[in-house]
């Protein structure tokens, strides 16, 4: 099925918001409760212009602004850091917060730039690194009640994902050295993150699991396997990877005891790029091991995989676990960067079991390119049933809602001007989560530094 730009446009209600794919979007519930139960929507409605000028949503919806960069942290430790990216939400632990929910925030620093997350003692990496994650505690109503750094001394901290056992795992989208942009340690790694107690599990990088331009993670709730995606910038573009634990099993600091990284292999198949026909299929899916792991001398992605070898993709971005199987993304192609061939946004699914591939969704403008709609990013389950897509294309920005049944409508729009009247400019967003009891959707806006509560009427489906 395919929906074009100006379908979308009538369904949502929303002008100039527009999106376009193909594929069976019933694919991508299976296995979940509301596949399952049959639930699914065409939206909430039109967009509702916000007259403070911060968040259109539909109407019976409303926001919350939970943190802003610059912004003193309630710990004291400095202000709110810039480049709100990836983020989850996590069920507060016994003890007495019962209700209370934990917030985990990357942000995407470099060396030079906005607001760095401050140094603090026993949770930083490199001091000259300005990345890392906040975490913030709000109490069963809503409110923020702590908001502390959670990792410090990291770089380009872009996504990540949970685990099973209650943490984050918190990606650096960079490959830089020792040496490099002043930094005094290698760069490239993932951290686990304790949202309830950073200092369980400090700042140790998780070096057999790659280093390498990391974007997000996936973890096999059952075998334990962590799924990476790698966006790389330039050609060879980056590789689709899995982490075979030692301790499969998880837990709270297990992943320091290293495992086995291997990379994906289609057969036959050089660039996921080439493929274009949704509903594709391959079996026989291939790991190889990587040689070098910590890249020592060489990035993986231009590392010797033998005669055969490895399959790039460019702008692997989010990845998730759904039902049986991992979903992960390309965000884009561009045949003029290097890529095999163009396309807005691929979703794959790849099956554990079967050692099966399968392109699910292509994404796309059909009409018009300076419109909205195209190079999904982060994406989640929504408890209602459906997708939450963080757009990070040209124009407006916005989140949007992809049902089961292949209808895709405007959530949420930033109407945060960063440009100016003459020609507007709006950030990105990411990270999009929602709360354990599926009744909030929490969202970032990259720039400025937003994170907004969302909460309506979820579950009139």
């Not at 760069?187 to 107690?197: K, Q, W």
Request: contains cysteine.
């Amino acid at each position: 099925m395919s929906v074009t730009r100006r379908q979308m446009m009538a369904r949502s209600g929303a002008l100039g918001a527009g999106i376009a794919f193909t594929g069976a979007l019933s694919e991508l519930f299976a296995g979940t409760a509301a596949a399952q139960s049959g639930l699914g929507h065409s939206g909430y409605g039109p967009l509702i212009p916000d007259p403070d000028g911060l968040l259109d949503l539909p109407k019976g919806f409303r926001y919350r602004v939970l943190s802003r960069e610059g912004d003193p942290l309630r710990s004291g430790e400095g202000k709110v850091p810039s480049n709100h990216d990836g983020m989850a939400a996590f069920a507060g632990r016994s003890g007495g917060r019962h209700g209370q929910v934990h917030l985990v925030r990357n942000h995407e620093n470099r060396v030079t730039g906005k607001i760095g997350v401050p140094t603090v003692e026993g949770l930083t990496y490199d001091p000259m690194g300005k990345g890392g994650c906040t975490a913030l505690t709000l109490d069963r109503r809503g409110h923020v009640v702590g908001e502390r750094v959670a990792i410090a001394g990291t770089a380009v901290n872009c996504a990540g994902g949970p685990t099973p056992w209650g943490t984050w795992l918190t990606c650096e989208e960079t490959e830089d050295k020792a040496g490099t942009n002043g930094y005094t340690k290698d760069h490239g790694f993932i951290f686990e993150v304790d949202p309830t107690d950073p200092h369980r599990t400090g700042a140790v990088p998780l070096t057999a699991m790659g280093r390498f331009q990391h974007e997000a993670i996936a973890v096999d709730p059952r075998r334990g396997v962590v799924y990476e995606t790698e966006d790389a910038f330039e050609k060879p573009f980056g590789l689709f990877y899995r982490f075979l634990p030692h301790k499969p099993r998880g837990g709270i600091g297990s992943l320091r005891a290293g495992g086995h990284l291997q990379a994906m292999r289609v057969p036959g198949v050089p660039d996921l790029s080439s493929i274009q026909e949704t509903g594709a299929t391959f079996d026989g899916i291939e790991w190889v091991d990587v040689p070098d792991p910590l890249a020592a001398r060489t990035p993986i992605r231009l590392q010797d995989f033998g005669p055969k070898g490895i399959t790039h993709a460019q702008k692997l971005e989010g990845c998730y676990w759904g039902g049986t199987s991992v979903y992960f993304v390309s965000s884009f192609a561009r045949s003029a960067e290097g890529s095999a061939a163009d396309h807005y946004g691929q979703i794959w699914r790849y099956d554990p079991a079967g050692h099966r591939l399968t392109l699910v969704i292509v994404f796309g403008p059909d009409t018009d390119v300076q419109l909205p709609g195209e190079s999904p990013d982060n994406i989640c389950l929504a408890p209602s049933g459906g997708l939450m897509v963080s757009e990070d294309g040209n124009g407006a920005q916005h989140v949007f809602g992809v049902t089961r049944r292949g209808e895709v409508y405007a959530m949420a729009r930033n109407a945060q001007n960063i440009g100016t009247a003459e020609e507007p400019e709006w950030g990105e967003f990411a990270g999009v989560t929602f709360s354990p009891d599926g009744e909030t959707m929490y969202v970032n806006c990259y720039t400025p530094g937003t994170t907004f509560a969302v909460t309506g009427p979820w579950r009139r489906a």
